[in-house]
């Protein structure tokens, strides 16, 4: 199969190209990038991407798939499709199935499946303690060589801080990346949305926002003290972004991400006990907004990933002590990006993409996230102006939670390519 | 004047005529609940059902024969020994319920929004007998009316709220309440039961609750949860009583006549002292039977509003 994508906008941080360039793809992979190329032949399908901006294919380093345990919610095939129509080709799954990915048996069953009935690249993230209890380190090693990228206990901070630092030393040896989900569960309590004047409006039990900010500066000591990268999973308060700034200007190797509601939404749209908008970590007020976004446009958070987590309708329909946390966050995560990044003027394209593209595969340690010459042709085609209004019941995902339901967003991606397999063509996912 | 406004869910989504409106029925069903033969037509036909699940003696009482002085039939069901127990979701069972020919719903839930996501999947007017920490509108309405059948008005009024303000829905729908009619509302508790940003709701916030109570014409206390100590939110009910209890000696900062208003129960000796409860201050039996009143007013309007039987837009 031949592709030859002309006349596009192609923007690659990583080659630092930034230019109206044409791209041949042959045998799924990228032959040649350059101006005005001519191949042609009746096995050769020309995608005009005239006015489209041409890039690397995204990368999410946080999602979950359910699979195994909870497909009702979503499955590896559901999810990856639900990935392939956001632009995303390659994703890293958090290991919160069941049973968890804490063994080399189960990292083996997500990647079969994953090369079955994936449409994308899929990447499973083991855990650091045995059934994610916090207890016991997992086999890190055996998870390592079976194929994990990262070791995380995603959704379950380690409380522990002694095994927390043992974990981080034990996993540098294996140059496996730690991804930390910082909650002090002793000052969550059963808090069910952020603390602050809208939880008390409702009536609903709050979060301070110290629980995450304790947490992540006892991270970044641990990682301090260990030598140890760290990477702090779904940042969402000012003072998390302010600690981690004055980290890294220290020196300490410490990686962060965010969540595009976590720079477009605050604890308003938990309003009406609105379950769509319940999250961990829940939404936050507009300083921590503006805070995510400083943090983004100066550096300091290095990724956005999408923490993509699908619900059944009866797990949101309830009471909102009892709905299930997260959202869809494949299907908007870009729009949301250029949106509310782009178009505003915080980021620019090519840095969006430093954030989807190049810094997770870097964190992960992926040769991906750019349009390399012989590299695999994961690349997408997206219209970067053009409007469209989110409809939860058009989505890929088995799930619907989303709150950007009737959100006009900017952004919109017309063709995924995933190892030169066309996955998306014209919007229509095949 | 209630308009279409099919469910009563709080205050706070109340105009102040509204909730006025609401009092000056409330004053014609005390009058009818004073009289020797308290049964009275006006709900005859209707079907009310008490959905609780949280155990409560009072307010389901006093809902219960509100319902049953104006010859509505009135069925309970209580979360424990029923499908509730079973694990059957909220919504399923106030469909069930509805599509019995319920008029009227009142739900008591442990869990904030719960009235809100009832009412949203029922035809029958649902209303709110205390939702976690949000509201518990029916309280504040009986305790305005006891107010203001004392004092004559509301408006310019200075109402101490005394106590753990965060965990109280009676706190959360006076405020929403008493503000709206122009009372000034100071509230005083140990900081960590004074919920955060509160004073964004047009309260004055004190530590101390002499300050809180300095010239109010009235005061109210909160019930203390022994829970709560529990959890490490106040060292000791002894601790509690001393420096946030409200005695004759701390009543004597407010003004003369202040009046002295409690939901109930009382835990004697920590939140209120004895002296005080008994004292003639003290309204806090006289609130029981403005209770009735209210809630005989809240059935009465709130009944022509929904129900499986009528079109609701």
Same mark, same amino acid.
């Given at each position: +199969? ?10 690659? @941080? ?17 032959v #040649?990038?350059?101006?005005e190329?001519?191949?042609?032949g ?12 041409v890039?690397p ?15 009702? %919610?979503?499955?590896?095939?559901s ?7 956001g632009?995303?080709t ?8 069941n049973?968890?990915?804490d ?15 994936g449409v ?12 994610l %209890?916090?207890e016991e380190?997992?086999?890190i ?15 379950k901070?380690?409380?522990n801080?002694?095994?927390?630092r043992r ?10 990346p ?6 002090d ?7 069910? +949305?952020? #603390?602050?004047y ?5 009536g ?14 006892r991270d970044i000591?641990?990682s ?20 981690i ?12 991400e965010?969540? @595009?509601h976590?720079?477009t ?14 999250m961990? @970590? ?9 805070a995510?976004?400083?943090?983004? %446009? ?5 990724v ?5 987590a @699908? ?13 299930a ?7 908007t995560?870009?729009?949301l990006g250029i ?9 620019? +394209? ?5 954030? +989807? ?15 390399g ?18 409809d ?6 088995k ?7 009737g959100?006009t ?17 014209? %919007?229509?996912?095949? | 004047m209630?308009g ?6 709080g205050l ?9 409106y ?5 004053e ?40 049953k002085?104006?010859s ?7 979360a ?8 059957e ?19 008591r ?12 999947n029922v ?9 976690g ?18 004092k ?5 009024l ?6 753990d ?5 009676v706190a ?5 309440g008493?503000?709206?009619?122009g009372a ?22 004190f &530590?101390?609750?002499q ?31 001393r420096f ?8 004597m ?5 202040a009046?002295l ?20 201050k ?7 039977t &403005?209770?009735?009143?209210?809630r ?8 022509r509003?929904?129900?499986? &039987?009528?079109?609701i837009?």
């Amino acid at each position: +199969m031949r592709i030859l994508i002309k006349n596009g906008h192609v923007i690659d @941080p990583k080659n630092r190209r930034d230019d109206k360039l044409d791209i041949y793809i042959e045998n799924g992979l990228i032959v #040649e990038i350059d101006k005005e190329l001519d191949y042609s032949g009746g096995d050769i399908e020309v995608i005009d991407a005239e006015g489209k901006l041409v890039v690397p294919g995204l990368i999410d380093m946080h999602c979950h798939l359910r699979e195994p345990g909870y497909e009702y %919610k979503e499955d590896i095939e559901s999810g990856t499709r639900s990935a392939a129509v956001g632009g995303f080709t390659s994703i890293a799954c958090m290991p919160n199935t069941n049973p968890v990915i804490d063994n080399q048996a189960i990292v083996e069953y997500v990647k079969t499946k994953a090369k079955n009935v994936g449409v994308v690249n899929v990447y499973p993230i083991g855990a650091i303690t045995k059934g994610l %209890k916090g207890e016991e380190l997992a086999e890190i090693g055996e998870l390592k060589f079976a194929g994990v990228v990262a070791v995380s206990d995603d959704g379950k901070p380690v409380m522990n801080s002694s095994l927390m630092r043992r974990a981080l030393q034990y996993a540098n040896m294996f140059d496996t990346p730690v991804i930390s989900h910082c909650e002090d569960l002793t000052l969550v309590g059963d808090g069910v +949305m952020n #603390e602050g004047y809208m939880s008390t409006y409702l009536g609903l039990k709050g979060i301070t926002r110290a629980a995450e900010d304790v947490m992540v500066a006892r991270d970044i000591v641990l990682s301090e003290v260990t030598g140890t990268p760290i990477h702090i999973a779904h940042v969402s308060t000012a003072g998390a972004v302010e600690i981690i700034r004055h980290a890294k200007a220290r020196g300490v190797k410490v990686t962060c991400e965010t969540c @595009p509601h976590y720079f477009t939404l605050t604890d308003k749209a938990v309003e009406g006990y609105n379950t769509a908008a319940k999250m961990n @970590p829940p939404l936050r007020t507009e300083e921590d907004v503006e805070a995510v976004k400083e943090g983004l %446009k100066d550096g300091t958070i290095d990724v956005i990933a999408t923490d993509h987590a @699908p619900h059944h309708i009866d797990e949101k329909n309830v009471e909102f002590d009892k709905a299930a946390n997260g959202i869809v966050g494949f299907e908007t995560a870009l729009a949301l990006g250029i949106t509310y990044l782009v178009d505003t003027g915080i980021l620019t +394209m090519s840095q969006l993409l430093q954030k +989807m593209c190049v810094n997770p595969a870097n964190i992960l340690g992926l040769n991906k996230g750019s349009l390399g010459i012989n590299r695999p042709a994961d690349v997408i085609v997206i219209d970067k102006n053009e409007e469209y209004i989110v409809d939860i019941n058009k989505f890929q995902s088995k799930s619907r939670n989303s709150p950007y339901h009737g959100y006009t967003l900017k952004g919109t991606v017309h063709y995924t390519i995933v190892g030169g397999k066309v996955i998306v063509r014209q %919007k229509v996912l095949l | 004047m209630l308009g279409k406004r099919k469910d009563l869910l709080g205050l706070k989504d109340l105009s102040a005529e509204e909730i006025k409106y609401i009092l000056n029925n409330a004053e014609t069903m005390k009058y009818v609940l004073s009289q020797k033969n308290k049964k009275t037509p006006h709900l005859q036909g209707k079907s009310i059902i008490t959905l609780f699940y949280e155990n409560s003696t009072r307010t389901r009482l006093s809902f219960e024969l509100a319902a049953k002085y104006m010859s509505a039939s009135a069925a309970n069901i209580s979360a424990s020994g029923s499908s509730v127990a079973k694990g059957e979701t909220l919504i399923d069972t106030g469909k069930t319920i509805d599509m019995m020919g319920t008029d009227i719903i009142i739900i008591r839930h442990p869990m904030s929004g719960a009235p809100h996501l009832l009412a949203k999947n029922v035809k029958a007017s649902v209303i709110n007998a205390g939702d976690g920490m949000n509201e518990h509108p029916t309280q504040a309405l009986l305790d305005m009316m006891t107010i203001k059948e004392k004092k004559g008005k509301i408006k310019g009024l200075k109402v101490a709220i005394i106590g753990d303000i965060a965990h109280s829905r009676v706190a959360r729908s006076n405020i929403w309440g008493l503000t709206k009619l122009g009372a000034e509302v100071c509230v005083a508790g140990p900081a960590t039961l004074i919920p955060p940003e509160i004073e964004k709701t047009g309260v004055k916030v004190f &530590n101390s609750v002499q300050e809180a109570l300095l010239d109010a014409d009235v005061v109210m206390g909160l019930r203390i949860q022994l829970e709560r100590q529990k959890r490490g939110l106040f060292p000791t009910t002894r601790e509690y009583a001393r420096f946030f209890g409200i005695d004759d000696k701390r009543l004597m900062f407010a003004k003369e006549d202040a009046l002295l208003l409690h939901p109930g129960p009382v835990n004697r000796g920590v939140e209120l002292s004895s002296d005080v409860i008994d004292g003639e201050k003290s309204l806090i039996n006289e609130q029981v039977t &403005n209770g009735v009143a209210v809630r005989m007013a809240v059935l009465y309007l709130f009944a022509r509003k929904g129900g499986s &039987n009528e079109n609701i837009n």
